[in-house]
Nanobody
Framework: QVQLVESGGGLVQPGGSLRLSCAASGSIFKISGMGWYRQAPGEEREVVATITTTGGSTNYADSVKGRFTISRDNAKNTVYLQMNSLKPEDTAVYYC??????WGPGEYWGKGTLVTVSS
């Protein structure tokens, strides 16, 4: 089995920063694409940022471009999301996603970490 565990969420004031981490563990042969998604109360889950296997290509939602940075450490099977200049509208549960080759290919999700931006 494969598990994804997010950490780093919390309460932060507008304009502040947080760094989210997501570590994958279990029977992993290879992790290809990874990403961060978020879901605000009453809203659908949306993509925030994605990163390819080697980290050579990243994509961001327009709403976070220039403020968020996704990165990964393949030696640690971990993906990060550096969030700067946070706004109240960034408040959501943030989920990690990964395409993992285990005993078979599969897409896995973490349970989420809550980010609250409020004064």
């Amino acid at each position: 089995q494969v598990q994804l565990v997010e950490s780093g969420g919390g309460l932060v004031q507008p304009g502040g920063s947080l760094r989210l981490s997501c570590a994958a563990s279990g029977s992993i042969f290879k992790i290809s694409g990874m990403g961060w998604y978020r879901q605000a109360p009453g809203e659908e889950r949306e993509v925030v940022a994605t990163i390819t296997t080697t980290g050579g290509s990243t994509n961001y939602a327009d709403s976070v471009k220039g403020r968020f940075t996704i990165s990964r450490d393949n030696a640690k099977n971990t993906v990060y999301l550096q969030m700067n200049s946070l706004k109240p509208e960034d408040t959501a549960v943030y989920y990690c996603n990964a395409e993992v080759l285990s005993w078979g290919p599969g897409e896995y999700w973490g349970k989420g970490t809550l980010v609250t931006v409020s004064s």
